[in-house]
């Protein structure tokens, strides 16, 4: 078993304009090993984000119902 601890930061990117990001967020998007992100955000936040960071599509998209984002997460536990 590996015991590993981490940090897990919950964020909105708002309409998409890295500009707009907390610095806070801006700092823990810049030294995450792992993001799990939905289909509504931008290129250019993504670009934030290190090379050699997974960056993982959860697949939410405007319009979409709650479902499947409910079916991921409890896959996940």
């Known amino acids: 078993m590996i015991d590993k601890?981490?940090?897990v930061t919950i964020a909105g990117a708002g309409p998409g304009d890295p500009e707009l990001l907390t610095l806070k967020v801006l700092k823990r998007l810049q030294d995450a090993d792992v993001?799990?992100?939905d289909?509504?955000?931008?290129k250019e936040i993504l670009k934030l984000?290190?090379?050699d960071?997974?960056?993982?599509?959860?697949?939410?998209r405007c319009g979409d119902g709650q479902d499947q984002e409910n079916?991921?997460?409890v896959s996940m536990q």
């Open 5 to 7: 601890k981490g940090i």
């Open 35 to 37: 993001v799990l992100h």
């Open 39 to 42: 289909s509504l955000i931008s």
């Open 49 to 51: 984000v290190p090379d």
């Open 53 to 60: 960071a997974e960056t993982v599509n959860v697949g939410k």
């Open 71 to 73: 079916d991921r997460s």
